[in-house]
Structure formats: C-alpha cells, structure tokens
C-alpha cells in the first residue's frame, strides 16, 4: 500500500485539517499519517482557539514517519508560523520528501487573512520552492502574484506569475464565485482546464484540504500531475453530491460516499 504524510493542523470538528486528510486518504486508497502542526478548537461555524506546537515537536513527528513508514507523498495544510515553516521545509530536504503538495492555507476563500504576513513571506522563500504543485484559492493567488482575479484570463496569467517564481505546477482553484468550480492547472508542459461540476451544496467545510489530500494520494499511488488533479476532483464531486447535511454552519463532505457501504462487514 502506498503512504502520504499530512502535515497540518487537527481539527476537532472532523470536516477539514487532519482529520479531512486521513478520511480521504483512506477513501482513495492509500494510507494516511499526520504531523500535526496545532490543535485547533472549530466546528462548522468557525475556529475558536488554536495551539500550536514547537518547532522541535513537529521535526520529531515528522522525523518518526519518514524513518519508519517512509511517504510516497507529502501535503502540507495549515502551518501558520515561519518557524514551523522552517521545519517543515528543513525535513522535506533532510530526508529527501517527494511529491509534495502544498495547500497555502493563507487567506479564507472569505478574503480573510489566515497566517501573519512574517508566514507568508516563509511559505514563499522555504516551502513553495519545494512543491510539487501548489493549490492557492483566488484570494490566496491574488496575495501570491499580487494582481486582481477577476476572470478565468486572469487566472491563466495569475497561475503563470506563481509557476514563475516557484517553479513546479500550479492549480489555481476557482469556486463558484467566478466560474462553475472549474480549476486551471499549469505545469511546465502547459495549461489545462479541469472542469468541475456545479453542485447545489453549501456544505463545503474542508474542501481545500481534502482536494489537496485526494491529489497527493493519486501522485503517491503513480499517476502524472494532471491525472491527479483530474481524479481529485471527480472524487471532491462525489463528496459533496453525497449532500451530507451536519452542524449549523457550511458542514463537511461525506468523504466515505464512495466507500461501498457494508463492505467491511
């Protein structure tokens, strides 16, 4: 069986952050571990408290799965200090990590900032470099090629300033904001539109790092960037066309929809 590390932060609740990964990870077939970065008090209707841990816990959590059950791939999720940054960078070298795909967890699909600018500038000078593929939101590219999105052109352009200055690829995600959930994807091969279906559900807590989750989980078990994406979101699509209905705000996915039921029985 192949095996991804999440490197993020808990969410109590079960809909996003650690919790999200390790479901889907479980869902599309391959085994999940966790470097958890903080604990976070949330439920569907917003995040309460957070602690984080210490930079030298993180190394050894991370330290103790790659010397063990080594990862075929890597998502990073919410680390929202530069020291935590570091580190986790630090070990992507250190033990020579791959497939990495970092969910920049900056700046809520709300516009609200996420992580202090001092965090920002981190992911940018130590983890981005290191990516595989990037998954900025469009409030997050906006931050990241420091120009308006405001149309699926200036997507195209938006994802080529981050492959720029990064390198690796980009999936610049759209929402239902601008377009019908369709995401643009650039490698340095070209750009390619992966279309998403437009599903009648606001129910989409955790969405970000279950797609990033799903895409780390097909490059573990081989497939190409493009293809990756392409069965993260056909698997996004079923969680949310599954319309489970739970808590009082916008609630999780079902990230078991397509888990036979009883098969376990």
């Known amino acids: ?29 391959v085994y999940g571990m966790s470097a958890i970065t903080a604990l976070t008090a949330q439920n569907t209707t917003g995040v309460f408290d957070v602690m984080e841990v210490t930079p030298h816990f993180l ?15 890597v998502k990073t999720g919410m680390i929202s200090s ?7 960078a630090k070990c992507i070298k250190e033990f020579g990590l791959k497939n990495i795909v970092v969910d920049p967890v900056m700046v809520a699909t709300s516009g609200s900032r996420l ?13 981005f470099p290191l990516a595989d593929v990037i998954t900025p939101n469009i409030p997050e590219a906006e931050v990241l090629c420091g120009q308006k999105i405001l149309s699926e052109r200036d997507m195209e352009s ?14 610049l995600k759209g929402g ?28 989409t807590h955790g969405t970000g790092c279950t797609l990033s989750s799903a895409i780390a989980a097909n490059l573990a078990k081989g497939c190409d960037i493009k293809t990756a994406v392409e069965k993260a ?14 808590g009082k705000g916008s609630g ?3 990230h078991g929809a397509g888990l036979r039921a009883g098969a376990h029985t």
């Open 59 to 73: 190394f050894e959590q991370i330290k103790a799965c790659a010397e063990d059950i080594f990862p075929d791939a």
């Open 1 to 29: 069986m192949r095996t991804v590390l999440s490197i993020a932060g808990s969410d109590c609740s079960g809909g996003a952050g650690i919790q999200a990964d390790l479901k889907t990870m479980l869902a599309n077939g």
């Open 176 to 203: 239902h904001s601008l377009n019908d959930a369709n995401d643009f994807l650039l490698t340095e091969q070209g750009g390619s539109w992966i279309k998403g279906k437009r599903i009648d559900n606001p129910n």
């Open 158 to 171: 938006a994802a080529a300033v981050i492959l720029n200055k990064f390198g690796g690829a980009v999936l």
């Open 115 to 127: 992580v202090s600018k001092e965090a920002v500038s981190a992911l940018c000078d130590n983890l």
């Open 252 to 254: 999780p996915l079902n």
């Open 233 to 246: 979101k056909s698997y996004i699509s079923q969680t949310l066309a599954a319309g489970l209905n739970l």
């Open 82 to 88: 530069p020291e935590l940054i570091e580190v986790c």
